[in-house]
């Protein structure tokens, strides 16, 4: 699982020249915040408060240290938490799959140059990289989402064949695990990566298909929380149902606002304008009513979208393409591998 952050995370192309305007007019704004206007009144003298929220989701880092230490400190508790459900062996297999799949997006997003990257595992139900990126495209950020699934399946393939052809059941076992989580990780369900794939080359274009695609994905997670036994899934589902009054608002306001002009990202920051811009129109809103840095996190993740612009049809066309050939060719070819052989004994 990838999640942009923050995103996912996750892509800009704007002109120079845009640049060089977003620098100005920021410029212009700090020059004036502490000069008398006409009516006697003075601006702050300090940026306002959601400039500054924002601020400080944009600069929060974490450690090396520290970085360590939540990775480990969460696999410890997903260990523990596994051993009450499973048997160490399966609990060791399953940690290995996830580190794979997790390093794959720790890897892409590293050389993409994703900031404040981190990984991390949640008791029961998995892990996750997070980072954040203002400068990338479409294509790379859908590549972000890949690069944890697709090697994963790939690697699994032949250690299902290996371990089924020679009789080893650990390496079986391995092979079919990884298999069947990343498939199921390529499921079209936000947060999923899969998910998030077909969001980025359909979902976003629209704040309707975006809703009955999340509806669609929560329905699945019941589903799935009712057939495995695994209520842990509603820990994810029950909030995203609560939130998709505002999920709906954020995807209307940035289809409504997608193609108006809006100041680029300068030295890895939203513009003060930018920010103060969103604001207001968040204000127009029921979002109004949240706590100021809640609407801060709400701003970064629309900016980001309105920069990100839905991928033309030769990248949509190839994003998909990847997306169900890997599914096939996992399918069909862990399909073909169990049916090869008579199993382990």
Same mark, same amino acid.
């Given at each position: 699982?990838?999640?942009?952050?923050?995103?996912?995370?996750?892509?800009?192309?704007?002109?120079?020249?845009?640049?060089?305007?977003?620098?100005?007019?920021?410029?212009?704004?700090?020059?004036?915040?502490?000069?008398?206007?006409?009516?006697?009144?003075?601006?702050?003298?300090?940026?306002?408060?959601?400039?500054?929220?924002?601020?400080?989701? @944009?600069?929060?880092?974490? $450690?090396?240290?520290?970085? &360590? +230490?939540? #990775? =480990?400190?969460?696999?410890? !508790?997903?260990? /523990?938490?596994?051993?009450?459900?499973?048997?160490?062996?399966?609990?060791?297999?399953?940690?290995?799959?996830?580190?794979?799949?997790?390093?794959?997006?720790?890897?892409?997003?590293?050389?993409?140059?994703?900031?404040?990257?981190?990984?991390?595992?949640?008791?029961?139900?998995?892990?996750?990289?997070?980072?954040?990126?203002?400068?990338?495209?479409?294509?790379?950020?859908?590549?972000?989402?890949?690069?944890?699934?697709?090697?994963?399946?790939?690697?699994?393939?032949?250690?299902?064949?290996?371990?089924?052809?020679?009789?080893?059941?650990?390496?079986? @076992?391995?092979?079919?695990? $990884?298999?069947?989580?990343? &498939? +199921?990780? #390529? =499921?079209?369900?936000?947060? !999923?990566?899969? /998910?998030?794939?077909?969001?980025?080359?359909?979902?976003?274009?629209?704040?309707?298909?975006?809703?009955?695609?999340?509806?669609?994905?929560?329905?699945?997670?019941?589903?799935?929380?009712?057939?495995?036994?695994?209520?842990?899934?509603?820990?994810?589902?029950?909030?995203?149902?609560?939130?998709?009054?505002?999920?709906?608002?954020?995807?209307?306001?940035?289809?409504?606002?997608?193609?108006?002009?809006?100041?680029?990202?300068?030295?890895?920051?939203?513009?003060?304008?930018?920010?103060?811009?969103?604001?207001?129109?968040?204000?127009?809103?029921?979002?109004?009513?949240?706590?100021?840095?809640?609407?801060?996190?709400?701003?970064?993740?629309?900016?980001?979208?309105?920069?990100?612009?839905?991928?033309?049809?030769?990248?949509?066309?190839?994003?998909?393409?990847?997306?169900?050939?890997?599914?096939?060719?996992?399918?069909?070819?862990?399909?073909?591998?169990?049916?090869?052989?008579?199993?382990?004994?």
């Amino acid at each position: 699982m990838n999640v942009p952050d923050d995103i996912q995370s996750m892509r800009y192309t704007p002109t120079e020249a845009c640049a060089n305007q977003g620098d100005l007019e920021t410029s212009a704004i700090e020059t004036s915040a502490a000069e008398p206007q006409a009516d006697g009144d003075v601006r702050a003298s300090r940026p306002p408060r959601i400039i500054a929220e924002v601020r400080k989701i @944009e600069t929060a880092s974490t $450690g090396g240290t520290a970085k &360590l +230490l939540l #990775l =480990l400190i969460s696999l410890a !508790l997903f260990v /523990g938490a596994g051993v009450l459900w499973w048997n160490v062996r399966m609990v060791l297999i399953v940690v290995t799959v996830l580190l794979f799949h997790e390093a794959g997006h720790y890897v892409a997003m590293r050389a993409f140059g994703y900031r404040n990257v981190k990984m991390f595992f949640v008791p029961f139900l998995g892990a996750a990289v997070s980072g954040r990126h203002f400068h990338i495209s479409p294509w790379k950020q859908s590549l972000v989402y890949f690069a944890g699934p697709v090697p994963g399946i790939l690697l699994a393939l032949p250690l299902l064949a290996v371990g089924q052809a020679a009789q080893w059941q650990w390496m079986f @076992e391995l092979g079919a695990v $990884g298999l069947v989580l990343n &498939l +199921l990780n #390529l =499921l079209p369900i936000i947060p !999923l990566d899969g /998910g998030w794939i077909v969001y980025r080359a359909i979902l976003c274009r629209s704040p309707v298909l975006d809703l009955v695609a999340r509806i669609a994905g929560i329905g699945l997670m019941f589903v799935f929380a009712v057939f495995f036994h695994s209520p842990m899934i509603l820990l994810i589902a029950i909030p995203m149902m609560l939130w998709l009054p505002t999920t709906f608002r954020v995807a209307s306001l940035i289809h409504r606002q997608r193609g108006q002009p809006i100041p680029p990202p300068v030295h890895d920051e939203i513009p003060g304008p930018a920010i103060e811009l969103l604001d207001g129109k968040l204000q127009a809103t029921p979002m109004s009513e949240l706590p100021t840095p809640v609407r801060a996190a709400w701003i970064v993740k629309i900016y980001e979208s309105l920069t990100v612009p839905p991928p033309n049809l030769i990248v949509t066309l190839a994003i998909l393409t990847l997306y169900l050939g890997i599914i096939l060719l996992g399918g069909l070819g862990g399909y073909a591998i169990f049916q090869s052989g008579n199993g382990l004994e």
